[in-house]
């Protein structure tokens, strides 16, 4: 077979024509697809991951976690303005002036001398260095009690970062589960496909040999599609959940997760004291942080009751300057003087006008009791809602153990009996989809009881 190429040459591109038979076109289609489905499948990053590693991972790229500590930062920041505001205030200043050269002088002479003297000689280049320090010696305790208010703050700002830290390790815990919830029901749903699979070769035989009815042949063709749409039904939820899980740990979007469950199924958690878990939620973040941003609006409240204080001031400034002006006459050179000084500044009016400050700085303290004690309820009623729902999860293994076993059982029964002619297919199909869906409910449960023990936990911030 012959290939005619034609080379064509148009600037910096070159396009290659090929000429060939029908047979070659095919192969070279045939070639092109199969290099491109390989190309994809290179794409994909495959990762295997156990579920510490989820955490792990989920808590390095979190951007909650990141925005709580940008948050963090913000506040420590602003402590430590307050800090340096503590600090004396030092200076340092120099100027240059030329001024106009259209005064006159006053001059005098004393009677019987021949000197003249020029009180105030025009110096027209005129030079000035000052480096002064000022500090405050006592403002009614304010600046202390800003840096007090401003330590709180980070502290309840440091809890924020633990309280998302919780939040998301246990929202990777849930999605993982539920991801291993999904597999496992594929699998089971996998491995009965074929159970129906003799379900519908014993009714097609029994046809066969008429002692069966066409209609049962139509009924177990009905059952196996049934568990094959399931099993697809299962099989994009399972893609879409570990899609979801790509996204939280902030991974590349082609990757393709593989779980596995080394540590993710812990031994049933027995809980009997509701009270021993209720008294754990003080050690919850959001509420530590809470009762620190109390303490925060008290330091706010010695702030405004600070401005009934006056503020006193210390100062001290070292002056080179030509001319200075504490030299007479004035000459026309650089002279050094220092000076020291106390200030006192009152407000007066603040006597009458800062209640009203006071007031608004108990009422912030008022809300954040409230708002603490909202918080506590709150965590209460999350940790009563978890404890029993991690007891009836734990209740539900048992019982579903013993369906499996029972439904087990019924369904070989029934199955011998439909061998033996003496019931009917639907029946069998019935069994068998009862069998099935308890070891369905027994799986779920198991994990459902690990996701109701690590909520439980999440719930007294453990």
């Known amino acids: ?12 591109n070159i396009f290659i024509m090929i000429k060939t038979t029908k047979r070659l076109r095919l192969l070279l ?12 499948v290179q794409a994909q990053t495959e990762r295997a991951i156990t579920i510490d590693d989820a955490i792990e991972l989920g808590l390095k790229n979190s951007n909650q976690i990141k925005t709580s500590m940008a948050r963090l930062n913000v506040v420590s920041a602003k402590r430590q303005q307050y800090w340096s505001a503590q600090l004396p205030n030092v200076t340092a200043s120099a100027g240059y ?13 004393f009677p019987g001398s021949s000197d003249v003297i020029v009180l105030n000689p025009q110096i027209l280049n005129q030079y ?27 502290k309840a700002a440091a809890l924020d970062v633990d309280k998302d830290k919780t939040e998301v390790k246990n929202l990777i815990e ?16 996998e491995q009965n496909a074929t159970v129906f699979q003799s379900r519908k070769t014993d009714a097609t035989n029994f046809f066969k040999n008429g002692t069966g009815l066409e ?27 570990k899609y979801n899980l790509v996204v939280l740990l902030s991974l590349p979007d082609d990757t393709n997760l593989t779980l596995d469950e080394k540590n993710a199924v ?10 021993a878990y209720v008294k754990m939620v003080d050690a919850r973040p959001e509420i530590a942080a809470a009762g620190y941003r109390k303490q925060a609006s008290e330091s706010l409240l010695e702030v405004a009751k600070g401005n009934y204080f006056p503020t006193v001031r210390v100062f001290g400034n ?21 000076e020291l000084g106390l200030t006192l500044n009152y407000n007066i009016t603040s006597l009458f006008t800062n209640k009203y400050q006071v007031s608004e700085a108990k009422a912030n303290i008022d809300v954040a009791q409230n708002q603490r004690n909202g918080l506590v309820n709150m965590a209460k009623t999350e940790v009563s809602n978890a404890f029993y729902a991690l007891q009836s999860a734990n209740d539900k293994l048992e019982l579903y153990k013993q369906a499996v076993t029972q439904s087990t059982e019924n369904a070989r029964v029934i199955k011998n009996r439909y061998n033996s002619q003496i019931s009917t297919v639907t029946e069998s199909l019935d069994a068998d989809f009862e069998a099935l869906q308890a070891k369905i409910n027994l799986e779920n449960a198991v994990l459902d009881s690990e996701i109701a023990r690590r909520k439980l936990l999440k719930t007294v911030a453990r």
């Open 97 to 109: 002036t030329r001024i106009s050269d259209n005064i006159t002088p006053f001059s005098f002479q």
């Open 1 to 12: 077979m012959l290939i005619k190429r034609l080379i064509i040459s148009q600037g910096s």
């Open 128 to 154: 000035s260095m000052l480096l002064g320090a000022q500090q405050t010696v006592f403002s009614g305790f304010r600046a202390i009690n800003f840096y007090k208010s401003s330590e709180f703050q980070e």
């Open 174 to 189: 849930i999605t993982f589960l539920n991801i291993l919830k999904l597999q496992r029901t594929k699998q089971i749903l």
């Open 29 to 40: 289609t045939f070639f092109s697809l199969t290099f491109l489905f390989c190309a994809h």
């Open 266 to 275: 812990a031994d049933p958690l027995t809980v009997s004291d509701l009270n």
């Open 215 to 241: 209609n049962d042949v139509l009924k177990t063709d009905l059952a196996l599609l049934q568990i094959k749409t399931t099993q697809k039904d299962v099989e994009n939820f399972i893609k879409a959940t």
């Open 318 to 338: 070292i002056v080179n300057s030509d001319p200075n002006l504490r030299v007479f006459p004035q000459v026309d050179q650089f002279k050094a003087t220092w």
